[in-house]
């Protein structure tokens, strides 16, 4: 699911990661994470090439408050990179930390993971200089969860990764060269470590 803001308290928990048992319309329904990780909501998912597990994007919300949030407020767990077999089993995380937001993740070729962060630490231009909002840009997670490394370096927004058939990752690059906020943003593409990111269309 793609949402506009990355912010995690912007939105309520509840959800899940539901999966259905077949296309007829009585088929059953059944919950991936079933509660497993308290409340939070899923940001951002991607199905494994043998459609046997998914990784995805999981903000954990305990004690939320239905309070507005801001740019500048408080957010007591950032997001962070998950795994789960489709039938419920070797749930595992794959980022665990507590200052970055890690979302929207894809598959890459290799069974690791790439997703977008803030983990660069660059504020966007339109806020002051008290905000509380980090740009995104793209990173990959070792399979085994052990290794993050960055792949795109952009001053303004790298996010919503997907994999193409020939392994090189897609994402839309938001940047504010000759541009105003509400204008198009480019699809570029990056190999998964790091080379070669260009503009798929000029």
Do not use: M
């Not at 497993?36 to 046997?52: C, Q, S």
């Amino acid at each position: 699911l793609a949402s506009y803001s990355y912010h995690p308290s912007h939105y309520r928990p509840g959800g899940d990661i539901l999966v259905r048992n077949g296309l007829a319309p009585d088929a059953r329904i059944r919950p991936a994470l079933d509660g497993r990780l308290g409340p939070g909501h899923v940001r951002g998912i991607d199905l494994w090439w043998d459609a046997d597990r998914v990784c995805f994007g999981f903000t954990p919300q305990p004690g939320w408050n239905n309070g507005a949030v801001s740019d500048g407020g408080e957010y007591p767990e950032p997001t962070h990179i998950y795994e789960i077999a489709l039938d419920g089993t070797n749930l595992r995380q794959l980022t665990n930390d507590r200052k970055w937001i890690d979302l929207e993740p894809c598959y890459a070729p290799d069974g690791s993971v790439v997703f977008g962060s803030d983990r660069a630490g660059i504020g966007s231009e339109c806020g002051g200089w008290q905000q509380n909002a980090g740009t995104l840009n793209l990173f990959r997670v070792s399979a085994d969860g052990r290794q993050v490394s960055r792949l795109t370096y952009n001053k303004d927004y790298d996010r919503y990764p997907h994999c193409l058939d020939d392994g090189q990752i897609a994402f839309l690059r938001w940047d504010y060269a000759e541009r105003q906020f509400f204008s198009c943003h480019s699809l570029w593409t990056v190999r998964p470590d790091g080379r070669g990111a260009d503009a798929l269309y000029k």
